[in-house]
Nanobody
Framework: QVQLVESGGGLVQAGGSVRLSCAAS????????MAWFRQAPEKEREFVAA????????GYADSVKGRFTISRDNAKNTMYLQMNSLKPEDTAVYYC?????????????????WGQGTQVTVSS
């Protein structure tokens, strides 16, 4: 099992950058695939980016490809999401999630562990 805590969210102007962190507690962090999801008001939670346990396999939603970068540091039990060229439509609560799979799925129901979320607001 793993507990997840996101941090790094806040208010940023359009075109700016934010780096989110997801700190995991537990001794088996490296065995989990990890992902970032986001949820805007009146919208379903959507996939943003995912990374395998090794860190070598990554995937991104088309809406963020080329702007966001997911990474992880298993030695620090931490996952990151670097968000550049932010747009107002990126405004959402961003959630860290973990799944005990070899490769990270993109469906929310595959993830058993979730953080509390961190708010990212992009102003125009």
């Amino acid at each position: 099992q793993v507990q997840l805590v996101e941090s790094g969210g806040g208010l940023v102007q359009a075109g700016g950058s934010v780096r989110l962190s997801c700190a995991a507690s537990g001794r088996t962090f490296s065995t989990y695939s990890m992902a970032w999801f986001r949820q805007a008001p009146e919208k379903e939670r959507e996939f943003v980016a995912a990374i395998s346990w090794s860190g070598f396999s990554t995937g991104y939603a088309d809406s963020v490809k080329g702007r966001f970068t997911i990474s992880r540091d298993n030695a620090k039990n931490t996952m990151y999401l670097q968000m550049n060229s932010l747009k107002p439509e990126d405004t959402a609560v961003y959630y860290c999630a973990a799944a005990r799979t070899l490769l990270p799925p993109k469906s929310t129901y595959e993830y058993a562990y979730w953080g509390q979320g961190t708010q990212v607001t992009v102003s125009s």
